[in-house]
C-alpha cells in the first residue's frame, strides 16, 4: 500500500519560512519523479516544485528563488523549504509521487497559511 504523508504546515507570518516534509512508503522512492502541488480555495491545484529521480528540478514561476525542493532516497522523504512566504502562498499543499498513468500517487495534504 503507497503511502505519501505530508508534515510541516501551518501558519506563518509573510516573509517567514517553513518546511514541508512527504515522507512515502510502499514505492521504489529511488525511481520516482517527486512533486509539490498546491490548491487555493476555489483554485486548481497548480504544480508547485518537481524533483526527478536524478535530481532535476523545476519551479513555478510564482516560487522561483523562494522555494526549494530536495530529496533523501535514503529516508524516502522529499521537502519543500519555503522562504519569504506570500499571502499568495496560502494553501493546501500536497505531496505527489509521479510515476505515470496509473502509477502516480497523492498525500492527503497539509495547510499553509500565510497571514500576519
Known amino acids: 500500500q503507497v503511502q505519501l504523508v505530508e508534515s510541516g504546515g501551518g501558519l506563518v507570518q509573510p516573509g517567514g519560512s517553513l518546511r514541508l516534509s512527504c515522507a512515502a512508503s510502499g514505492i521504489i522512492f529511488s525511481i520516482y519523479a517527486m512533486g509539490w502541488y498546491r490548491q487555493a480555495p476555489a483554485k486548481q491545484r497548480e504544480l508547485v516544485a518537481v524533483?526527478?529521480?536524478?535530481?532535476?528540478?523545476n519551479y513555478a514561476d510564482s516560487v522561483k528563488g523562494r522555494f526549494t525542493i530536495s530529496r533523501d532516497n535514503a529516508k524516502n522523504t522529499v521537502y519543500l523549504q519555503m522562504n519569504s512566504l506570500k499571502p499568495e502562498d496560502t494553501a493546501v499543499y500536497f505531496c505527489?509521487?509521479?510515476?505515470?498513468?496509473?502509477?502516480?500517487?497523492w498525500g492527503q495534504g497539509t495547510q499553509v497559511t500565510v497571514s500576519s
Open positions: 524533483i526527478t529521480s536524478a535530481t532535476n528540478t
Open positions: 505527489a509521487a509521479l510515476g505515470g498513468g496509473t502509477n502516480n500517487y
